[in-house]
């Protein structure tokens, strides 16, 4: 890690997403848990990990799995206790790895006793935790918001009359940010965790905490039609209303005063896909340090959009950015690139371009292994999105959150009695960790190779980056002593070099290479080079 340059300690670092259900069960009861990934840090240390986000670990009745948090302190059974967390911690910091933990802001589930007091007295001090409204003349919801897992973000509570809200599921209401008690609660789970050690949170849905306090419908940016699924309605509308209000940048300027003096950072999931408007949550870095802007999980292998996505978010945001090409919430990078090895080779060529970033590129768990989605086996379909909307063409998260392949035999070795929560296909060996840890070819020795390329080459995220023309498939991203090229296209492209001489460092296809670049490089399909100069 690049603390020894003078920055922060994530400079330079990079990360790897841990969705601890479907990790490691050490249990034997088919759910991942802390002993899980403890038993497992040996393989992050190798793979040149700094940084281990986890998801959420807390005691939840597991409506949105484990995003629906019913108790902010403490951990839920199935993945372990307050001791095993605290074991993780130790281990994980005696490997060089920092701990980040997923914090889950925007909602709680409705087990959480706020919630439950909220709904008992309604003239209590809990009912303002949550967002109440009264119905619309009509008796319908107070307003046109509408829940990402689908349907109105309102549930009408028939004891007072009145509705909640909840942007997700109606077992996940919506917390009031306008309440200074909520603000005061957070302060205090937020302190509670550093005292436990971690080096960090991601927050959960960072750009939907603060809601219009007139409760304004959002505009619509095209007609709703009978055939839409959850996704495409809430896509339809323009969020100017229930997201992304500038008073959630407020909230992230407090946590950052608090936890200033432990030296932790603050991650925000930013769902907001205008880039300027993102940018803003990290434009001072005195809130949020770095954020998942998500249009990187959407794309497919799109030379244009891809364009877009890193040379119009890197320069405003150039050290702010916690670059992803997958997570638990979206079809794998492979997947979604055409599958196969052309897939893997595709998504090796990006992950190779972003570790040449500022910001901190995060792996999730099984990319290192070139990893496609997984199949759930039929009837065991889990992921509330798709369960809650029968007859929509929604097929939900599960193909990212199958188990993590560490060997051949039942559940690849995630779980000792061959149990899994989301019953799946078992992976071919070639997948598995155990099949590729020695095999120097292989998908996760070449994430190795890359990861300890950016290590050893700080010039990738010190140096002031600038992209230069090139055609719409090739990126070309200079620093003064490194050049990198992005070849997406489906053929070879010839590059003209400038201000060399330049020595070919790493290639999505070679490696670490080190050899003397010619005058003009020719660079092959749908691959990365990175070269540098004295
Ligand atoms: C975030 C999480 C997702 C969860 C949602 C609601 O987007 O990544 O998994 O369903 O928030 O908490």
Redesign the pocket.
């Known amino acids: 890690m690049a603390s020894d340059t003078g920055g922060a300690w994530w400079s330079g670092a990079v990360g790897y997403e841990i969705y601890v259900r479907s990790f490691a069960d050490s249990s034997g009861d088919g759910i991942g848990d802390l002993r899980g990934v403890t038993d497992h840090l040996d393989h992050l240390a190798d793979l040149g990990i700094d940084v281990l986000w986890l998801t959420p670990f807390y005691p939840t009745p597991g409506f949105?799995h484990g995003?629906d948090v019913s108790d902010y302190c403490a951990v839920d059974p199935a993945h372990g206790t307050l001791e095993d967390f605290e074991n993780l911690t130790t281990a994980a910091h005696e490997r060089g790895l920092k701990v980040v933990i997923d914090l889950?802001p925007?909602?709680t589930s409705a087990d959480h006793p706020w919630f439950r007091d909220a709904l008992a007295n309604p003239d209590g001090p809990r009912r303002d935790y949550y967002v109440w409204e009264d119905p619309a003349p009509d008796g319908g919801p107070p307003n046109n918001w509408v829940s990402h897992f689908g349907g109105p973000a309102w549930t009408h509570d028939p004891v007072s009359g009145q509705y909640y809200c909840h942007l997700?599921l109606p077992e996940?209401p919506d917390l009031n940010w306008a309440n200074p008690a909520v603000v005061a609660e957070f302060d205090r789970i937020l302190m509670f965790w550093a005292d436990q050690g971690v080096d960090g949170f991601r927050i959960?849905?960072a750009h939907g905490l603060v809601k219009d306090p007139l409760r304004r419908d959002n505009s619509l940016i095209r007609p709703l039609t009978p055939d839409m699924g959850p996704v495409e309605v809430f896509e339809s509308f323009a969020h100017d209303h229930d997201l992304d209000q500038n008073a959630n940048i407020e909230i992230f300027r407090g946590w950052n005063r608090l936890l200033e003096p432990r030296n932790l950072v603050l991650i925000g999931?930013i769902g907001v896909t205008d880039q300027e408007r993102a940018a803003r949550y990290v434009a001072d870095g005195d809130g949020l340090h770095e954020m998942f802007f998500l249009e990187s999980t959407y794309l497919p292998w799109d030379p244009p959009a891809w364009r877009n996505a890193l040379t119009g978010l890197q320069p405003l945001a150039p050290t702010g950015v916690s670059w992803v090409l997958s997570c638990?919430?979206r079809p794998r990078a492979v997947t979604r690139f055409g599958g196969g090895a052309r897939g893997a080779e595709r998504a090796f060529a990006l992950a190779t371009f972003i570790m040449g970033l500022g910001g901190t590129p995060f792996i999730y768990q099984g990319e290192e292994l070139g990893l496609p989605d997984g199949r759930v086996r039929p009837g065991h379909v889990s992921d509330p999105l798709a369960v809650r909307n029968p007859g929509s063409d929604e097929v939900g998260r599960d193909g990212c959150r199958t188990p993590m392949p560490w060997t051949g035999g039942p559940t690849n070795g995630f779980s000792p009695s061959g149990r899994s929560w989301l019953p799946s296909d078992d992976r071919p060996v070639e997948l598995t960790v155990a099949a590729q840890s020695g095999d120097p070819a292989s998908m996760l020795n070449r994430y190795r190779d890359l990861i300890a390329f950016r290590h050893r080459t700080p010039a990738l995220w010190e140096e002031p980056l600038r992209w230069l023309d090139s055609e719409t498939d090739v990126l070309l991203g200079r620093r003064p002593r490194v050049l990198m090229v992005l070849n997406m296209a489906p053929d070879r492209r010839e590059i003209p070099l400038v201000g060399g001489p330049w020595a070919l460092a790493f290639g999505s296809r070679c490696g670490s290479c080190c050899s003397p670049a010619p005058q003009s490089l020719v660079v092959e399909p749908e691959t990365c080079l990175i070269l540098t100069r004295e």
Do not use: C, K, L
């Open positions: 949105d995003y889950v925007n909602h997700f996940q959960d849905v999931e638990h919430d």
